[in-house]
C-alpha cells in the first residue's frame, strides 16, 4: 500500500502489515530469537547485509518491523527503530547521533527520567547538557555552542502543559546545524506531527497513548534514514530491543489510536472548562483553553488540546490529597495515556526528585494535580473529582 493516499485513521489500522504464507488476516505474532536459512551462502549474505532477511531479533522481528513500518507512516518518516522502553528510545538517540565533547540544549520542562539520564548518565560520558525555557527561543539561542549537536524537547510538557514552538526550534536547530529531537509521548501522531514541523526525529513512549491501555513497555525513534542509521547501529549491537510481544500489543493498540485520542481530548477539554469555573481551582493548564498562555500556537501546531489536564487547588498539599483521596473510581498512579484515568500529585511524586527551588522555578506548587483523562463517562471522572473538590 501507497502510504501518502491513505488518511491516519486507515494507516492505523493498515500500514506495515506483512503477511505469512498462512494468509492470517490479524498481524502474526512471531516468538522466536533467531532465524534460518536456506544453505551457509545465504547466511553469508543475510550477514553481510547484502541479502534482506531477519537475523536474530535482537535487531530484527517480522511483528517488531510491522510495528516500526506503521509508526513510521503515522508520524511520516522515512524510517523507525523501536525499543524496550521509552527511555530506550531517548537513550538510543543519544548513542547513536552524539559522541564524547558533544553538547545537547534540553528543555526544562522534560520527564524526569530524561534529566537523570542526560545530567547523571550521559554526563558521565563527556555529554553536557543545557536546560533552558521550553518557550522561550531566545534562551536556546543564548545557550548555543560550537559543539551543541542536539536539542531536545517535550511538547507539551508535563505537568504544566507548555507548548513549544516546533517550526521555530526547527528553523534555529537547521541554522546552527544543531539536530532537533521531539518526545512527541503527550500528543501521539494522531494529534501532533512534529518532523512535519520540522523536527528531525521523534522519540516516543510507546508505552503510553500507543499502547493506550497500560499493559506493557516500548518506545520507538523515527527519522530519516541517515539520522536513524546511529541509532539502529547502538540497538543492534546494544540491545534495548522491542520485544516481538509487546510490538505486537501495540500494533493492536495503534489501530484504536485516533479514536482514542479524539475521546481523550473531547473528555479533557469539557473537564478542563469545567475545572475552570470551580470555586476552589486556582488555575487550569490546558492547552485548549483559550486562557493557556500557548493556546494559538497549541492549536496550530496540535489537533487538540490533548488528554492531560493539570490544576491547582486552593490550600496547597492538604487540599491537593484530599482531592485524590475523595476519588472512589480513579486511579492513584503516576502512569498516563491509559483507558483508565489517573491522577497524580507532582510535588510528591513524579517530581519529587526537584529541590522545592528547582519546582518553584518550574512553576510546580504544592497544590498542583495532574489529572490524564481516560475513556470513562465524563460525568463519572468529574463527579469523582467533585467529591473532594466541593468539599475543600
Ligand atoms: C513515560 C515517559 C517517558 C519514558 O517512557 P518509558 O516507556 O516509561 O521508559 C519519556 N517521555 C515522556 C514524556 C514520558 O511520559
Redesign the pocket.
Known sequence: MQNEDYDIETLAVRAGITRSQFGEHSEALYLTSSFVFNNAAEAQARFKGEQPGNIYARFTNPTVTMFEQRLAALEGAERCVATA????A?LATVMGLLKAGDHIIASRS??G??VQLFSNIIGRFGVETTYVSPTDISEWQAALRPNTKLFFV?SPS?PLTEVSDIRALSALAKQSGVVLAV?N??CSPALQQPLKLGADIVVH????YLDGQGRV???AVLGSHQLLEGVYGFLRTAGPTMSAFNAWVFLKGLETLKLRMDAHSASALALATWLEAHPNVARVYYPGLASHPQHELAMRQQRTGGGIVAFEVKGGQPAAWQVIDATKMISITAN?GDAKTTITHPTTTTHSRMTPEQRANAGINDGLLRVAVGLESLRDIQNDLARGLDAL
Do not use: P, Q, R, V
Not at 522502553?85 to 530506550?88: E, H, K, T
Not at 513512549?205 to 503510553?208: E, L, M, Q
Open positions: 522502553s521509552g527511555m530506550a531517548i522534560i520527564f527520567s530524561t517535550e508535563n518526545d509521548c503527550f513512549s510507546a508505552t503510553k513497555l516500548g518506545g498516563l
